[in-house]
Nanobody, 114 residues
Framework: VQLQASGGGLVQAGGSLRLSCVVS????????MGWYRQAPEKQRELVAR???????NYLDSVKGRFTISRDNAKNTVYLQMNSLKPEDTAVYLC?????????WGKGTQVTVSS
């Protein structure tokens, strides 16, 4: 199973970015797809996740600004990020949980300037 994330970049505060993560390989019974982020000298934190039935969870600080979605036909999970803030700056890593196993992508850098 391989994950390829894209869509990161440099944006001014208040701007938007859309992250994508394509999952390929022997995919069967994907339970959860989602995004974590890792900022320098901070713990990795779960930003958003989406379950097979479509329910979602969000980090409190991104609620109302970020939206996670998935396209099962394309094996892709998206993270639409609006009203970005400097504190959103981090490497964003996508993941999927298949059965009991979690697979990670390499991450994409998001930098928000003030």
């Amino acid at each position: 199973v391989q994950l390829q994330a894209s869509g990161g970049g440099l944006v001014q505060a208040g701007g938007s970015l859309r992250l994508s993560c394509v999952v390929s390989g022997n995919i069967f019974d994907v339970n959860v797809m989602g995004w974590y982020r890792q900022a320098p000298e901070k713990q990795r934190e779960l930003v958003a996740r989406i379950f097979g039935v479509g329910s979602t969870n969000y980090l409190d600080s991104v609620k109302g600004r970020f939206t996670i979605s998935r396209d099962n036909a394309k094996n892709t999970v998206y993270l639409q990020m609006n009203s970005l803030k400097p504190e959103d700056t981090a490497v964003y890593l996508c993941y999927v949980k298949i059965g009991a196993t979690i697979y990670w992508g390499k991450g994409t850098q998001v930098t928000v300037s003030s």
